[in-house]
């Protein structure tokens, strides 16, 4: 059965990091792309950021760019989101999916596979 396991969420105070990473079963993620996506209470999902199959391209939101970095590593079969300097904004429950394509794309309707989610909190 096709699985997502997504780990390293978890309480850290402003400023800090965190490595999220979203683990692969029953599918090789080089032939997808892969997002990571997050929900704040009371907010609709957005994407955070994107890695082409190909691992060639890689897209970031605004709010993250220069502090989140994502990668892949095709040999655990895992997309790793190394987010810094944290911000209290950045609290939310983080998904990763597959996409429907091997280009990125930050629209939630072009993932058809997701993660059971990891809460990140960001608090003092």
């Known amino acids: 059965q096709l699985q997502f396991v997504e780990s390293g969420g978890g309480l850290v105070q402003p400023g800090k990091s965190l490595r999220l990473s979203c683990a692969a079963s029953?599918?090789?993620?080089?032939?997808?792309?892969i997002g990571w996506f997050r929900q704040a209470p009371g907010k609709e999902r957005e994407g955070v950021s994107c890695?082409?199959?190909?691992?060639?391209?890689?897209n970031y939101a605004d709010s993250v760019k220069g502090r989140f970095t994502i990668s892949r590593d095709n040999a655990k079969n895992t997309v790793y989101l190394q987010m810094n300097s944290l911000k209290p904004e950045d609290t939310a429950v983080y998904y990763c999916a597959r996409g429907i394509f091997v280009s990125c794309s930050g629209s939630p309707q072009n993932y058809n596979y997701w993660g059971q989610g990891t809460q990140v909190t960001v608090s003092s």
């Open positions: 890695i082409s199959g190909s691992g060639g391209n890689t």
């Open positions: 029953e599918f090789t993620l080089d032939s997808y792309s």
